[in-house]
């Protein structure tokens, strides 16, 4: 039997980083010890509170299908929490939970684009926004940034991007994998240009909104413009800020009828998110919050030793950034000035089999020359793996 994988499959590229994670697995089942630097996940567990939680769900037979759009619990759990910690004002009818925040962005983006469609998507980018686009018969348009301008757009850009088609504009802020925030000024800045196109609905990816160490509080897109708010769509989740990548618990928050959209494209494709992971997700945003803050906190830490380390190696320009856990410094320098080696993937490469150290090539995030370097692991794993990166780039 001839069987070929349907047109919207062929559309989803390969990613640049399985390679390396491909390479990864080979030396470690031969034995060698590979740091990993290329997490995307905290490195903490789940808090106590939250996995009772769930076992006493599981113990009082909560192990049924929910509502499509999330128990109303957790909906008002949600509603709290953006009135608590953004100032925003959501009905219970606004949010939809779905299987994490990237199943909450592919929702957005069945629900919304048509074929020709076009999504302006900063770059660097989170890997997925572009296949994403894909999938729905849309066509990414990429605006390019530069580190000496912290990797964020500038209005200007934003107005160039602009076209007939355009249908979606997504923000992370803080970013994946840059580490950049946008302040409210520039924010507004944004919303100025896009308050002049109404057709455009506006995408924020709030998922790293506590890992921020800027000397303000975290504002998005909707807090800078409200007068957009017919058109913001937030999209959240518990992954990030409570360790729980593996419960697949996010949220939107957004106009009645995109959510009501969205909804019914999951009512046909997941139904409702785990049952038992709604009750865990609950306990988190209702639970003691004091953790966010200690978390924060270590990974500032580890934020100002891993710039450090980076910029002290000869070609490397890493930027001091506002949060997550990620660097993402330019390595064209080392690039150009190496003649064994022609791109980034051939640097992570190397860094891998020379250095014993994992990390992700910036060409998966839509700037070639970079390298995600992510602190989502120990001080004593961070010391020795840029300590192994230096030994190896500066030889
Ligand atoms: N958005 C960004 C920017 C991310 O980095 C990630 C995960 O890596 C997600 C969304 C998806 O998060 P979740 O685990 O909730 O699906």
Redesign the pocket.
Known sequence: MDIRPSHRAQLVKVSPTLAITAKAAELRAAGQNILNLAA??PDFDTPAHVKLAAIEAINRGFTKYTAVDGTPELRAAIVEKFARENNLEFEPRQILVSC????S?YNLMQALLNEGDEVIIPAPY?VSYPDMTWLAGADPVIIKTHIDHQFKITPEQLRGAISSKSRLFIM?SP??PTGACYSATELRALGAILAEHPEIVIAS?D??EHILWRGHDFKNILNACPELGDRVVV?N?V??AYAM?GW???YAAGPPEIIAAMKKIQSQSTSNPTSIAQVAATAALTGDQSLLQQQCEIFRERHEFVVDALNNIDGVKAMRSDGTFYSFPDMSQIIENRNDIDNDVELAELLLERAAVAVVPGSAFGAPGCMRVSYATSMAILEQALGQIAAVLNS
Do not use: A, F, P, V
């Open positions: 995307g996940e994490g925040c990237k199943h962005i989170w992370n970013s994946n990816d998922i790293y999209l989740g992954s990030k990548t697949r618990i996010g």
